[in-house]
């Protein structure tokens, strides 16, 4: 709402927004590899331009390229779990990008507001690896202490091009600390903290009631992006009521909530009285996940004849309960439903069909051809707080019972810590990320992933893993994650389940809200397309 980009990830791509500028490979040669970012002539809503200082500010900020040789921030991080960085020191502690993969201070020309990233090497993200996020004109301002914008950027450029590392630590002490909310009530936030470059700028935060924050947005009048909102003013509310639906009419115009059985009726009703109602999914998908390392299912054919066993569409339906219109099945690990990528990977990959359910003596002989003996016991975890977790593992143990599998309950309050930091089951539950970047893939999938369940150690997906990392084409990158997936497939370690849906409701004076499937603010990011219904 508050932030223009060159592009945004959205489901297994990007979004470009030209209004903004251009993002094009200047040097495809790998060890050259060259990406520049061209700024059209967007604005800050103070007025002032974004031009080339903010993009080297972003540059510096997200690839941390000036930061002392040897400084690691894990060792300088406090029990609190924020980095405490030293005064002479310059580290940005921004979003983890591809910019990490940028040595060399980028080319800029100030006048054409343009800028030449070098990369160490092709690298998939390069869209969206730049993130313009704060105003380099108000962080040279508060480092410098200068009052005039524009020898405030020069001020900024001139730091980083000169690796001056006084002028860069005061330069990243702003950027990490210069925009902290606070803990007040809200009245004292400096305006230079709330400006914008998207559609909207922020006017006021209400921190005045505890865990019940109120941000105001109203129009930003500098901006030259897309569209103009057709709403002045948009308030962002926590609500306290136990039930968000029983607000919209009331309290709030717009509510985004997880449909859950209490809800359904309720929802229902609204739409019957022509309440507006979009459904998409949150970026994540319900999994059945099994354990390599452990048990029985140390065989990849005990894993082939269990996941066989699954009666799947049974355990969605069931799990789902009045919402399985919204609980869509589906078959990819690595692709959101829906998508090129997605079809691709059905035909390719091989979940579709590899792991059909087999029932009565075919799937009594399956198991018994796999070594496995009747009632032999798997520990199934799954989060005991779920609704849908707790439901699906009902429907597997009563699924697979026919087949001679005896799945117990292994149910936990915190399931997903368990499952990371123990190996004492076989079967999880789980509700997994669908990966946006290489390393998200790597960090479940890949052999010594962050948060990787099986226990699985496979060189020839790690290989692939790195090779995606380094392919900046779209369609050959698709076409690695394809092989990534059919690797998964062939290992025997997962069965995809379901998407996890969301649902908004507006109320009749709004019209055109729709939910955007992913992670990335499903409920606000259109909302520059919301529009004042018709009477």
Not at 279 to 288: E, Q
Not at 326 to 340: A, H, I, K, V, W
Not at 477 to 489: K, P
Request: hydrophobic fraction near 40%.
């Amino acid at each position: 709402m508050t932030r223009s980009q060159f592009a945004e990830p959205v489901e297994d791509g990007f979004e470009l927004d030209e209004s903004f500028g251009e993002v094009a490979i200047a040097d495809p040669e790998p060890d050259s590899f060259t990406v520049r970012y061209d700024l059209t002539e967007p604005q800050w809503s103070d007025g002032i331009p974004v031009d080339a200082a903010d993009l080297l500010l972003a540059w510096a900020a997200g690839s941390n390229a000036l930061a002392p040789e040897g400084f690691d921030p894990e060792d300088n991080r406090g029990d609190d779990g924020t980095v405490q960085v030293p005064a002479n020191v310059a580290w940005f502690d921004s979003m983890p990008s591809d910019l990490a993969r940028s040595e060399e201070i980028p080319q800029i020309d100030e006048f054409a507001r343009w800028m030449d990233v070098r990369f160490t090497e092709p690298v998939t993200g390069w869209r969206t690896a730049l993130n313009v996020a704060v105003p380099a004109h108000v962080v040279g301002e508060r480092a410098f202490d200068v009052s005039d914008p524009m020898e405030a950027k020069q001020a900024v450029i001139t730091a980083i091009q000169e690796r001056d590392t006084t002028a860069l630590a005061a330069i990243s002490r702003v950027w990490n600390d210069g925009f902290d909310l606070g803990d007040g009530d809200g009245s004292g936030i400096p305006e230079d903290a709330l400006l914008s470059s998207g559609p909207y700028r922020v006017t006021e935060v209400d921190q005045s009631v505890a865990d019940a924050q109120r941000v105001r947005l109203e129009v930003n009048r500098e901006y030259t992006g897309r569209e103009m909102p057709e709403f002045e003013r948009v308030e962002l509310v926590r609500t306290s009521s136990s039930s968000p639906v029983t607000d919209v009419g009331n309290s709030v115009n717009v509510v985004q909530v997880q449909p859950t059985s209490g809800n359904r009726e309720p929802v229902r009703e609204l739409e019957r009285r022509d309440y507006g109602f979009s459904a998409s999914h949150d970026g994540t998908v319900w999994a059945l996940v099994l354990r390599s390392d452990n048990g029985e299912f140390t065989s990849k054919r005990a894993r082939e004849a269990f996941l066989r066993a699954v009666p799947r569409e049974d355990v969605v339906a069931q799990a789902a309960g009045p919402w399985a219109t919204e609980y869509g099945s589906t078959d990819s690990l690595l692709f959101p439903r829906g998508t090129d990528g997605y079809d691709i990977s059905r035909q390719d990959a091989g979940f579709d069909g590899a792991f059909d359910g087999s029932v009565g003596d075919e799937a009594i002989e399956e198991r018994r051809a796999a070594g496995v003996p009747d009632g032999a016991l798997i520990c199934a975890l799954y989060d005991t707080g779920d609704e849908f977790a707790s439901a699906a593992f009902e429907a597997l143990k009563a699924g697979v019972r026919e087949a001679g599998w005896d799945v117990i309950d292994c149910g936990q309050d915190d399931a997903q810590s368990v499952a990371e930091d123990s190996d004492h089951w076989h079967a999880y539950i789980a509700r997994i990320p669908v990966p946006t970047t290489p390393d998200d893939v790597f960090e479940y999938w890949g052999t010594d992933g962050a948060s990787a369940l099986t226990g699985t150690k496979s060189d020839e997906r790690d290989r692939l893993i790195e090779q995606l990392r380094h392919t900046p084409d779209e369609y050959e990158a698709r076409d690695l994650r394809v092989q990534i997936e059919a690797s998964i497939v062939d290992d025997a370690i997962a069965l995809p389940l379901s998407v996890n849906p969301i649902v908004a409701l507006s109320d009749r004076t709004v019209e055109g809200v729709e939910l955007r499937a992913g992670p990335a603010a499903p409920l606000t990011s259109r909302v520059f397309e919301w529009g004042l219904a018709e009477e």
